[in-house]
Nanobody, 120 residues
Framework: QVQLVESGGGLVQPGGSLRLSCTAS????????MGWYRQPPGKQRELVAT???????NYVDSVKGRFTISRDNAKNTVYLQMNSLKPVDTAVYYC??????????????WGQGTQVTVSS
C-alpha cells in the first residue's frame, strides 16, 4: 500500500525558512512527477511547485525566487525549501506524487498535509 508521509511544517516568523519533506513508501515501481500544493485558510487548494523525474520544475508565480523544489529518487523523497516566508504563505501544504505500480499508467497520491504558519 502506497503512502506519502510529510514532515517539516511548523510556525515560523516572516522572513524565516522551513524545509518540507515527503517520502513515498510501498510497492512502488516508479515515480513520475512530484509536487506540492497548499490550501490557505478559507481558500482553494493551489499548486505551489512540481518537479518531474527529469528534474524539470514549475512554480506558481508567487513563490518564484523564494521556494525551491527538489527530489532524491534514491529515497523516494521530494523536498520544498521555503525561504523569505510571508504571512500569505500560511497554509496546509500537501505532497503529491504520480506513482507507477508496474503498468504504463500512474495513480495519484496525496500526503496527509502539514501546517505551515508564518506569523510574528
Amino acid at each position: 500500500q502506497v503512502q506519502l508521509v510529510e514532515s517539516g511544517g511548523g510556525l515560523v516568523q516572516p522572513g524565516g525558512s522551513l524545509r518540507l519533506s515527503c517520502t513515498a513508501s510501498g510497492n512502488i515501481f516508479a515515480i513520475g512527477t512530484m509536487g506540492w500544493y497548499r490550501q490557505p485558510p478559507g481558500k482553494q487548494r493551489e499548486l505551489v511547485a512540481t518537479i518531474t523525474n527529469g528534474v524539470s520544475t514549475n512554480y506558481v508565480d508567487s513563490v518564484k525566487g523564494r521556494f525551491t523544489i527538489s527530489r532524491d529518487n534514491a529515497k523516494n523523497t521530494v523536498y520544498l525549501q521555503m525561504n523569505s516566508l510571508k504571512p500569505v504563505d500560511t497554509a496546509v501544504y500537501y505532497c503529491y506524487a504520480q506513482i507507477y505500480l508496474g503498468d504504463p499508467t500512474y495513480r495519484e497520491y496525496w500526503g496527509q498535509g502539514t501546517q505551515v504558519t508564518v506569523s510574528s
